[in-house]
């Protein structure tokens, strides 16, 4: 191997950030009597926090996000992913207007990030719904998708010019497995096919919506972020884990991208034989190509197996026994699945109606270790070397389907800062940077110095 074979040089204004979202890091004091937000009432009931944690405090990234903006400086990064508190964003006066206060403040966090240089990508629904709206079916019913298209408006008139990128809405297809399938998640839902088809009608019209929405005002590019997973059947001579394998992927990766390039919705057989289902199909007028990017989520594989039972369910489950080396999520290691899926998987989908190139960033993708949220001091989990691998490893991939030829302009780190992981509380910790909740520290972690240097050198030393 020569020399420079040993180092990867990313292209020239490639964008090294952080990820990151409101609920998750913000410690909003609107939040913590439980009533503004689906998901600030959700984390005050019983049972359904794994380590019993609540996001109340949270990272305080609401007071003290100069020293969050400081950090994004040292370590070199030029892009930076948050999401806005649309539950927070709303006047309490009514009368759809912004609250001033909070319109304020997130002018000031970007604000913040473009005099340093930092590219800005802001996301308008990152799984939380105004508590209102959940009550009124959230995005079981067509109104939220209406609610959001409004707000965006709201939203674009003021934050025009600080935004560089918008992502309408996180994650669509992991916000109706988890609400409506799994259950782990508001509105608490379980194997509710037909509550999940429906949600994912609605969550296509408000892109819909919001794409316009954002366009009024803004001439930034506008995307939704798809969480990307490759399905592998667990047993490879199974006909019937083949089936699952097909019919999850179709739905969990392709369902959504593939609605918003051909603008109408349509569910592989036989799922349309069902009269529920088959109303849900169709044109969603308007919606045909509104992505200006390719928006990925990356993080691992699944194994997906068929389950006996009554009636046949065609999308089986997850398998939990794993093949390879797992994070402290239970989640497989598998670069290679990001090669793959910017090689071949979103193919289709990288190029616009017109046959012209849709470029690709890289919106999250990182690893998790499990430490109780209640750690303050001592020398824990600074050196993260699994993380460090990861990075490594992913990265490596990255640089691969670059030189494939895939456009792929940016990369963004899950997370920043350890933060509210959603139903696994504040045990799970993402962060290049370790947060202890109690004091409020912010330490570095190895990762951060070498995605530091990354950034700095524009390359990955192998
Ligand atoms: O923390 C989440 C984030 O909110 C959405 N994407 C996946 C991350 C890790 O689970």
């Keep these: 191997m020569s020399k420079d074979d040993k180092i990867l040089k990313f292209p020239d204004g490639f964008l090294w950030g952080a990820a990151t979202s409101h609920f998750q890091v913000e410690g ?87 005099e340093n240089g930092v590219k800005t990508f802001v996301t308008l629904f990152h799984f939380c719904l105004p508590e209102a709206l959940s009550r009124a079916g959230g995005w079981q019913n067509p109104a939220t998708a209406e609610a959001f298209g409004r707000f965006s408006e709201l ?14 809405i996180n994650e669509p297809l992991a916000y109706v497995y988890q609400g409506f399938i799994s259950g782990f998640w508001p509105p608490g839902k379980s194997h509710d096919y037909i509550s999940a088809f429906t949600a994912m009608r609605n969550f296509l019209y408000g892109h819909s919506l919001a794409y316009d929405a954002l366009k009024k005002f803004s ?15 667990k047993n490879r001579f199974s006909p019937l884990d083949h089936m699952v394998r097909f019919y999850r992927d179709r739905i969990f990766n392709h369902l959504f991208p593939q609605a918003v390039d051909e603008g109408h919705l349509h569910f592989p057989q036989p799922l349309g034989l069902s009269r529920e289902i088959r109303q849900l199909e169709g044109e969603i007028p308007g919606l045909k190509g509104k992505c200006d990017f390719l928006a990925i989520n990356y993080y691992t594989r699944e194994l997906s197996r068929f389950k006996m039972g009554w009636p046949i369910d065609i999308f089986g489950e997850c398998s939990m026994e794993n093949e390879l080396a797992v994070s402290d999520m239970g989640w497989e290691i598998y670069p290679k699945g990001l090669y793959d899926l910017l090689v071949t998987e979103t193919l289709p989908y990288q190029k616009n109606g017109d046959g012209t190139a849709r470029p690709v960033v890289i919106t999250e993708n990182g690893y998790a270790n499990l430490f109780p949220p209640e750690m303050a001091d001592g020398d824990w989990s600074l050196s993260d070397e699994q993380r460090v691998s990861y990075l490594r490893l992913h990265l ?14 940016g990369y963004l780190y899950w997370s920043l800062l350890d933060n509210f992981e959603w139903a696994e509380g504040l045990s799970a910790r993402f962060g290049l940077v370790r947060v202890s909740y109690p004091t409020q520290e912010r330490l570095l972690r190895a990762s951060a110095r070498v995605y530091q240097e990354i950034a700095r050198n524009n390359a990955l030393q192998l």
């Design 155 to 168: 939203v674009a008139k003021e934050l025009d010019g600080l935004v560089d990128y918008w992502i309408t």
């Design 396 to 409: 490596e991939q990255l640089y691969r389907a670059i030189k494939r030829g895939v456009d792929v302009r």
């Design 219 to 233: 001439s930034a590019p506008v995307s939704f972020t798809c969480h990307w997973r490759p399905f592998l059947p």
């Design 28 to 114: 909003h004091p609107k939040e913590i009597d439980g009533t503004l937000s689906d998901w600030s009432r959700w984390t005050k009931e019983e049972g359904r926090i794994s380590d019993k944690s609540h996001a109340d405090q949270a990272c305080e990234f609401y007071f003290r996000f100069e020293e969050d903006l400081s950090l994004i400086k040292d370590l070199n990064l030029g892009a930076f992913r948050l999401s806005l508190n649309w539950p927070a964003l709303l006047d309490e006066e009514g009368g759809g207007q912004l609250d001033r206060e909070q319109v304020d403040y997130y002018k000031r966090v970007l604000s913040g990030l473009k």
